[in-house]
């Protein structure tokens, strides 16, 4: 029986570094100020053990994809195409935050790889899953027979996504998000997308009725959309009763009408239980 072991939650990864982060720690000006240090190097070299003691994280974490991850899902799955699937699960980093389709992918491979065919492309898809590489969100508002068509995938640790980057915090911010909360919900976590009435929030749990957007900061251009979709949702979705941002940094709370938004901060989100 296989058993999934999960790389550190936050409050582990915390615990790992000798970081105090109970209440009263993190009101603490000082160890606050480590704790969102530790958030930011958490963002981007995420939870795998070793990550934390070792100085190149990055030929750790590159040593681990190639090494465990990728070998791990060809020589199990006996794949002959490597160059297919190394470039599938590249395409796939630069998807994460947006939904898409076995059929975009397919094309996009197929562009650079004649010799793939569609199947192959959902059985890697599968493959990587399997391996705890990757995982899905699915669109609560699609028909059930649509949902596995265009889900939003993931990573399961935000050090191996971020070797696919150069910079795109906002991307490694989303992901982030999308593990805490999948650890918690697992399939109970769903994206809301309607092209009817426009809404397009990033993370729905229906357990407790709560919707999340994304930012990295809430400036005039992202607080039109991030909050204009909420409230939107909030009036026309009577499930909803927890409106939440999740941002790099920023902290506060947003009234509009008789809505409100809690704009809350990476460490803050991670600590929550």
């Not at 971020?162 to 994206?191: G, M, R, S, T, W």
């Amino acid at each position: 029986m296989t058993k999934y072991v999960a790389p550190f939650s936050f409050t582990e990864y915390l615990t790992a570094k000798k970081i105090p982060h109970d209440k009263l720690s993190v009101l603490d000006t000082v160890n606050n100020g480590q704790i969102r240090a530790a958030a930011n190097e958490y963002l981007c070299y995420g939870g795998l053990p070793e990550s934390i003691i070792l100085t190149d994280k990055r030929n750790y974490l590159t040593s681990i994809y190639q090494n465990v991850f990728l070998a791990d899902i060809i020589v199990r799955n006996k794949i002959r195409n490597e160059k297919a699937i190394s470039l599938l699960l590249r395409k796939i980093a630069d998807t994460v935050i947006h939904q898409v389709s076995y059929a975009t992918l397919y094309k996009n491979i197929k562009n650079m790889i004649s010799t793939v065919s569609r199947n192959s492309i959902i059985d890697y898809i599968d493959y990587a899953k399997d391996a705890y590489l990757l995982f899905s969100t699915k669109n609560y508002f699609a028909k059930f027979s649509e949902r596995e068509s265009s889900p939003k995938y993931y990573f399961t640790d935000n050090g191996i996504l971020n070797l696919f980057y150069l910079d795109k915090l906002p991307a490694l911010l989303e992901n982030l998000v999308a593990i805490k909360l999948h650890n918690k919900y697992q399939e109970n976590l769903f994206y809301l997308k309607s092209q009817k009435t426009g809404i397009d929030i990033d993370f729905y749990v229906p357990a407790s009725k709560t919707a999340i957007q994304v930012a990295w900061e809430v400036n005039d251009t992202s607080k039109e959309r991030e909050v204009g979709n909420l409230i939107k949702l909030a009036d026309n979705f009577d499930e909803v009763e927890n409106l939440i941002i999740v941002t790099h940094g920023e902290e506060a709370e947003i009234q509009q009408e008789d809505k409100i938004i809690q704009l809350m901060p990476l460490y803050k989100f991670l600590l929550m239980r």
